[in-house]
C-alpha cells in the first residue's frame, strides 16, 4: 500500500522557516518523481515544486522560487521542503504527491494527508 506521510508543518512568524518532511511508503520511492502542493482555505491546489528521482533536476512555482528548497533522501525514503523567508500567503496545508510515470510534474496518482503551515505574527 502506498503511503505518503507529511510532518513538520505549524506556526511560524513571517520571515521564519519551518522545514518538511514526507515519509514514504509501499513503493521503490527512488523510481519515482515527487511533487510538493498546497491548498490555502477556500483556494484550489498550487504547485509548489517538483523534483527528479535522483534529485538532479528541481523546479519550482515563481512565488517559491529563492526561498523554499525540495531535496530527498532516497536512502530514508523521504522528501523535504525547506521553506525559508515566510510570508503570510505561505499559508496553507502542504502535500506530498507523487508524480504520474511518464506524466509532467503536475499529475500525481497519490498524495499525503497533508501537514498545516500557517504564518502569522
Known amino acids: 500500500e502506498v503511503q505518503l506521510v507529511e510532518s513538520g508543518g505549524g506556526l511560524v512568524q513571517p520571515g521564519g522557516s519551518l522545514r518538511l518532511s514526507c515519509a514514504a511508503s509501499g513503493f521503490t520511492f527512488d523510481d519515482d518523481r515527487m511533487s510538493w502542493v498546497r491548498q490555502a482555505p477556500g483556494k484550489g491546489l498550487e504547485w509548489v515544486s517538483f523534483?527528479?528521482?535522483?534529485?538532479?533536476?528541481?523546479y519550482y512555482a515563481e512565488s517559491m522560487k529563492g526561498r523554499f528548497t525540495i531535496s530527498r533522501d532516497n536512502a530514508k525514503n523521504t522528501l523535504y521542503l525547506q521553506m525559508n523567508s515566510l510570508i503570510f500567503e505561505d499559508t496553507a496545508v502542504y502535500y506530498c504527491?507523487?508524480?504520474?510515470?511518464?506524466?509532467?510534474?503536475?499529475?500525481?496518482?497519490?498524495w499525503g494527508q497533508g501537514t498545516q503551515v500557517t504564518v502569522s505574527s
Open positions: 523534483i527528479t528521482q535522483n534529485g538532479g533536476i528541481t
Open positions: 504527491a507523487r508524480v504520474v510515470r511518464g506524466a509532467w510534474y503536475s499529475s500525481y496518482d497519490y
